[in-house]
């Protein structure tokens, strides 16, 4: 299967791309928002780099949109062929809360796939198809160490995001022992006055970090209304130990025996002071992490589940090609 799909999220695409199918990703010299093709990223040789000019020439036979307004790029990049869609709506709603309306709610030609429970709860799509595939990732292995007595956290735009990606409880976390802190613009996080003991170690690439962050002696997932992160499945699929918010859909991932999860942070703070005085827990808990996330968030299990996705999708969109031919011939007469 080729399949037309656009570089949005990276972590989502790393899995993605790892399916069965090739993939046109369109790229274009600046290498933006429409146009970042692989983005230097080590996928397999079927990610194919794409010229957007060269789209309404090229055999697709489904695709995947990230962004609403894509829908509408891609009916222009294929010259208007009726091509089928899913939509991969990778949040949680952030207004009006349960009453959201999907700006792609009430249509008949795409596939709504959401990548929780949660989302998918909440999201009000109307008449239009949904499903939820939920997260893979490719599995860094069991590299955890926990030789460090400091705490690991990644978070992307700590500052600008705050309260969303709980950055504000990031100190009563430093209380107990140094956070390190990886994601794309933590490098601000020195304008929030925290002091030295939250540390900013910027956006660093996951084989660098996956090394750093499992010599932590436990991850620190403190996100209040997110979907479900990734760089949590990761840390777990490490076998770290993770203090989670249970928030969102963080409950259906984390069982309690993995580290502790709670919306009292306090609790969250008390059980990160046992980790950190008694390393044999820590790597009992953090082995309980990695056999509940193999369990629910394999990357076998995503991309057999994208399988059958598509696989309908495609046929859906067979069957209402075929009525519409069928619809105008009967005009026709």
Do not use: K
Not at 31 to 50: H, I
Not at 91 to 99: E, F, K, Y
Not at 283 to 304: I, M, N, S
Request: proline content about 7%; overall charge negative; aromatic content about 6%.
């Amino acid at each position: 299967m080729r399949i037309l799909v656009w570089h949005v999220h990276g972590g989502w695409m790393d899995a993605f791309v790892r399916g069965p199918h090739e993939y046109l990703i369109p790229t274009t010299p600046q290498r933006d928002a429409w146009g970042l093709g692989r983005g230097g990223r080590s996928w397999p040789s079927s990610a194919v780099e794409v010229d957007p000019a060269d789209v309404v020439a090229a055999e697709v036979d489904v695709v995947v949109l990230q962004r609403p307004e894509e829908v509408e790029a891609a009916r222009i990049l294929l010259g208007g062929r009726p091509v089928p869609m899913v939509f991969v709506e990778h949040n949680a709603p952030r207004v009006d809360v349960p009453n959201t309306l999907h700006p792609l709610r009430d249509r008949d030609d795409l596939t709504i796939a959401h990548v929780t429970q949660w989302n998918a709860l909440m999201w009000d799509c109307g008449t239009t198809r949904t499903t939820v595939v939920e997260h893979g990732v490719v599995d860094p292995g069991p590299r955890y160490r926990g030789t460090l007595e400091r705490l690991g956290v990644v978070i992307n735009e700590p500052v600008r995001r705050h309260r969303v990606v709980g950055t504000d409880l990031l100190p009563r976390f430093a209380a107990v022992a140094p956070v390190d802190v990886w994601g794309m613009g933590t490098e601000r996080l020195p304008e929030l006055g925290f002091g030295d003991r939250v540390v900013a170690l910027g956006d660093v690439a996951a084989d660098p970090m996956h090394s750093a962050l499992a010599e932590r002696r436990a991850y620190v997932h403190p996100n209040r209304w997110t979907s479900l992160g990734l760089s949590l499945l990761e840390a777990m699929h490490m076998a770290m130990p993770v203090l989670v918010l249970a928030t969102t859909d963080a409950a259906r991932t984390v069982p309690g025996g993995a580290g502790a999860i709670a919306t009292d942070v306090e609790e969250l703070v008390r059980a990160s002071r046992t980790l950190l005085a008694d390393p044999e827990e820590a790597r009992r808990r953090g082995a309980v992490a990695r056999e509940a996330v193999l369990a629910r968030h394999a990357l076998g299990r995503f991309t057999a589940d994208w399988d059958v996705l598509l696989d309908d999708a495609v046929s859906r969109g067979v069957r209402r090609n075929r009525a519409a031919a069928v619809a105008v011939e009967g005009s026709a007469r």
